[in-house]
Nanobody, 114 residues
Framework: QVQLAESGGGLVQAGGSLRLSCAASGSTFSIMAWYRQAPGNQRELVAR??????SYADSVKGRFTISRDNAKNTVYLQMNSLKPEDTAIYYC???????????WGQGTQVTVSS
């Protein structure tokens, strides 16, 4: 059974940092990503990692860094210089192959106060 377990969310002041973790079990995945959804907004892609390649939403470039530890089957999202507009529920997502079935974590709340 595939499970994605996120952790690391919380409340932080603007300018602060948080590190999200997502531990995968039940399978290995080629593509792992972080999405977020703020109230009233659609879920959006924040960052994605596949092999040695990473990509980021323009809104987080230079502030967020996605990485993974294959030995631990875990993906991380280091978030620096956080802004109130980063407030959202952050979801981990994983696919075995491009275009394959996405798996989702339960989400972790990130709140940035001004």
């Amino acid at each position: 059974q595939v499970q994605l377990a996120e952790s690391g969310g919380g409340l932080v002041q603007a300018g602060g940092s948080l590190r999200l973790s997502c531990a995968a079990s039940g399978s290995t995945f080629s593509i792992m990503a972080w999405y977020r959804q703020a109230p009233g907004n659609q879920r959006e892609l924040v960052a994605r990692i596949s092999g040695g390649s990473t990509s980021y939403a323009d809104s987080v470039k230079g502030r967020f860094t996605i990485s993974r530890d294959n030995a631990k089957n875990t993906v991380y999202l280091q978030m620096n210089s956080l802004k109130p507009e980063d407030t959202a529920i952050y979801y981990c997502s994983a696919r075995r192959v491009w275009g394959g079935q996405p798996y989702w974590g339960q989400g972790t709340q990130v709140t940035v106060s001004s």
